[in-house]
């Protein structure tokens, strides 16, 4: 009837019986544990006395809740004090039935008590701990304990409620609660993480300009060693800090910035405010750096180290903080990469190969790459494992696609430019991540048939630049060899210098890496020159368009089983007989249709020819190159001799290097078609030319070429025989081609040096004086055969030589010479001094 003068005295003296009750009985037998919220709560329910005096507060606050709850609640809270935590099912309960009621007076008595039991004062009103707390400001922990029981199904409430309270006390009237509002939500966020992770986000969203600057005015007028101890509970409640750790982070680095010139006057903060947050930055930073050097590891005997809620959830942000720090904003960045070194090293390893990553993937100039290389240097004295964690921590990422063709592309650029740069000394940075990159050859060598050719190209030039280990699997270095060989024609073709660049370099360091290797090299270099599908490189003919499966591209096409017999080589050789056919048409359709020009201009044909030569003498072991036979410098026999095999195998696949006996001149005509394949290959391919040359320069490694150049002297001896014209030049391939076979036995020591100078006159002959002259060279080596026996090696110049004074007397091979010399004395005359012997 009368609730204003009896609901406060019966809602007290209920609350308080069951605080009572609730103290005597919890250590009985069936009784469960305080912390069995639920459990508690279902047991004194069922009980009726508990029941009915909890009906009665519930209709006493019910009563006072539209005038004045403040003496109901003020009961709860100090029987909250005195018989918490068992007291905490009745609080629960209470709060679930007014939440909102709840939350709000709560607060408002907590407040209320906190200004009866201290001032405005920071020293008086913060305290370091729960205890403290308890004894300055009694009902404050009753507070901190009823907001967490109501924070899992009201947590939005208390949000709202917390943040009313904050931006109310920021009002134009200053009265003692307003000025202590601030101070009361700070003590409450220290005692209660859960309080603190429940506004923190939305706190530092609400932080605008205006609200900034009126906090600003708040304080001002506060002693500076007040401010400081607030700031120092700051910068530990946001260490707490666990949800919007990286929100709160940039909200302190955007505000703590030097303002910018073109800055909305309305929306600029006061200088004072800057200061305030680069100090509370600074301070934070030292102390993370304080937390995390002092954690030590923990073992059996020790508890394991104290977690730093602001760094456990800053793990998830490392690419955000790696991009932010690569913006070289000033103090940003310098900030943020000691963050990441803090980051690094309280999540080790996991963290430091991760921010190692990001920065070296995200790095897009020397100064950026600079700071990957500084994170190194501070990590590097207390992480062993560093970057070979890291490097497989790009090669995951790369397997997985988780990089995109530009970032991999610059981490590739980056990785090689360190290990170029920072390779000074076995502890150095480059020379470590050199080790990391080599484990990993077979990953990075995936990449250099990318579809991508700029990935392909950084891939190349990563790998040039990596030390090849001493051990690795010949299936992987197979692998790299003909994956470089692949990318090598590929930039050629496409016109890159600096990918033909990479590419080179890799080839020589791979060829390096082993005997073995070093064959390979030149093998897939030279099959692939000659191929059909790169011959146009080298001013070869291109390759005639593939006939597909479609049925009308099969139209009109018919199908030979000749043709099908002679190309798997099952048609029976009749060589010599009246069986030999030589295919030069269809019957009903003609001769063959003529090869299709050179698509290539000549500058471009010389410039791949030299690249490509270059490239193969330096596998060969030369630094030298030219296209001059009489200018290359040595060449490795061993080197030369593999050359000479495949071209032997890719010319003449049907026949093997052990016909190196030359037989006489009336052999050809077992041999026809063949040399005939041979004289077509010459002049289809001018590649095979300059390939002879190299393989002359490395002697004796020439003899093993026997078959070629039998079978091209005898195509070219039968051309002149059966020319009707009056000089040689109206045939200038065959001229081109006699000179250069001649001058090229010479270079190999097939041919003394008398013989190997008639070349010099071809041009002033008749076609059959150049047919008499190359059957004398066919009679020298009918009788001295080129045997690799024949050479002996000089120790002084490191050379095989051949002595020629043991062969059988050169004066009879000169006769024809001499002969066609004295018919021609008139324009020959002088240079008779060069054929004698």
């Not at 008086?124 to 507070?143: E, H, M, N, Y």
């Not at 696949?653 to 041999?671: Q, V």
């Amino acid at each position: 009837m009368n609730p204003k003068a009896w609901a406060g005295l019966v809602s007290a003296w209920s609350i308080d019986l069951m605080g009572q009750l609730s103290s005597k009985y919890a250590g009985r037998h069936g009784v469960p544990h305080a912390s069995s919220l639920n459990e508690l709560l279902q047991l004194w329910m069922s009980c009726k006395a508990t029941r009915t005096l909890m009906e009665i507060y519930t209709q006493c606050l019910s009563s006072m809740i539209s005038t004045c709850p403040d003496a109901c609640v003020d009961a709860l809270l100090d029987t909250s004090v005195q018989h918490s935590p068992h007291f905490d099912w009745v609080v629960a309960h209470i709060g679930s039935s007014f939440p909102n009621t709840i939350i709000n007076r709560v607060l408002s008595c907590g407040l209320k008590d906190f200004c009866m039991h201290g001032t405005a004062s920071a020293d008086l009103l913060l305290f370091p701990s729960a205890t403290a707390a308890d004894k300055r400001v009694p009902k404050i922990a009753s507070v901190v304990g009823i907001l967490g029981h109501l924070a899992s199904r009201h947590s939005e409430s208390i949000k709202q409620e917390l943040l009313r309270m904050f931006h109310g006390s920021l009002g134009p009237t200053r009265d003692q609660q307003q000025k202590a509002t601030v101070p009361f939500l700070l003590q409450l966020a220290v005692m209660s993480p859960t309080l603190l992770g429940t506004i923190s986000a939305e706190l530092v969203d609400s932080l605008k300009p205006g609200v900034l600057n009126q906090l600003h005015q708040h304080f001002a007028s506060l002693p500076r060693e007040d401010l400081e101890n607030m700031v120092s509970i700051v910068v530990h409640l946001i260490c707490q800090t666990s949800g919007g750790a990286y929100r709160t982070l940039q909200f302190l680095i955007n505000t703590a910035m030097p303002a910018s010139v073109i800055t909305t006057p309305g929306l600029a903060v006061h200088d004072s405010v800057r200061e305030a947050c680069d100090r509370v930055i600074q301070l934070l930073l030292l102390n993370l750096q304080k937390l995390v050097y002092n954690r030590g590891s923990a073992s059996l005997a020790e508890a394991p180290p104290r977690p730093v809620p602001f760094l456990d959830e800053l793990k998830g942000h490392v690419r955000e903080l790696c991009v932010e720090t690569l913006r070289l904003e000033r103090k940003r960045f310098l900030w943020q990469h000691q963050l990441l070194v803090l980051l690094s090293v309280y999540c080790t390893p996991s963290c430091a190969s991760e921010a190692l990553f990001f920065l070296l993937t995200l790095a897009k100039s020397q100064e950026e790459l600079s700071l990957a290389t500084q994170l190194y240097a501070v990590l590097s004295s207390c992480m062993s494992d560093l970057l070979p964690a890291t490097v497989k921590k790009c090669v995951c990422q790369i397997h997985a696609g988780g990089l995109s063709e530009q970032h991999m592309a610059q981490l590739f650029q980056n990785l090689a430019l360190i290990m170029q740069r920072e390779s000074e000394g076995p502890a150095s940075m480059g020379h470590q991540l050199g080790e990391a990159v080599a484990a990993h050859l077979y990953d990075f060598g995936q990449l250099l048939l990318h579809c991508n050719p700029e990935v392909a190209q950084v891939a190349a030039l990563l790998l040039s630049v990596c030390p090849m280990p001493k051990a690795i699997r010949p299936a992987h270095l197979l692998f790299l060899i003909r994956s470089a060989v692949h990318h090598f024609f590929l930039v050629l073709r496409c016109k890159c210098p600096t990918g033909i660049s990479y590419g080179s370099r890799l080839l020589c360091c791979l060829s390096g890496a082993s005997p073995t290797a070093g064959k390979a090299i030149l093998q897939y270099l030279v099959e692939g020159a000659l191929h059909p599908g790169n011959a146009e490189l080298f001013g070869g003919l291109p390759e005639p368009p593939a006939v597909g499966n479609d049925p009308a591209a099969l139209e009109g096409t018919k199908v030979s089983l000749l043709d099908i017999n002679r190309r798997f080589m099952a048609a029976v050789n009749f060589s010599g007989s009246v069986w030999s056919v030589f295919h030069a048409g269809v019957i009903g359709r003609g001769l063959k249709p003529p090869h299709a020009p050179y698509q290539r201009e000549p500058e471009e044909v010389s410039h791949n020819v030299q690249t490509f030569l270059g490239l193969l003498l330096r596998c060969c072991g030369t630094e030298r190159c030219s296209l001059e036979p009489s200018q290359h410098a040595a060449v490795s026999p061993e080197a030369a001799k593999t050359v000479a095999v495949v071209l032997v195998e890719t010319v003449c696949p049907d026949i093997t290097n052990s016909e190196l006996a030359w037989p006489p001149e009336e052999h050809t005509r077992n041999t026809v078609e063949r040399d005939i394949q041979i004289g077509r290959a010459f002049r289809d391919n001018p590649l095979l030319f300059q390939l002879l040359s190299l393989v002359a320069a490395g002697r004796p490694a020439l003899c093993y070429c026997s078959v070629l150049l039998r079978g091209l002297l005898a195509t070219l001896m039968a051309h002149w025989e059966a020319s009707r014209e009056n000089d040689t030049t109206s045939s200038p391939w065959h001229l081109q081609a006699s000179c250069a076979l001649v001058a090229c036995m010479g270079e190999g020591h097939l041919l003394p040096p008398v013989l190997s100078n008639m070349h010099e006159i071809f041009d002033q002959l008749a076609p059959f004086e150049v047919h008499l002259l190359l059957l004398s060279v066919w009679d020298y080596m009918r009788d001295n055969s080129p045997l690799p026996q024949k050479f002996t090696f000089n120790a002084g110049t490191g050379l095989f030589f051949r002595d020629f004074s043991r062969d059988t007397d050169i004066g009879k091979y000169l006769c024809v010479l001499h002969s066609v010399l004295h018919k021609n004395i008139d324009r020959l005359g002088l240079l008779s001094g060069r054929f004698q012997i």
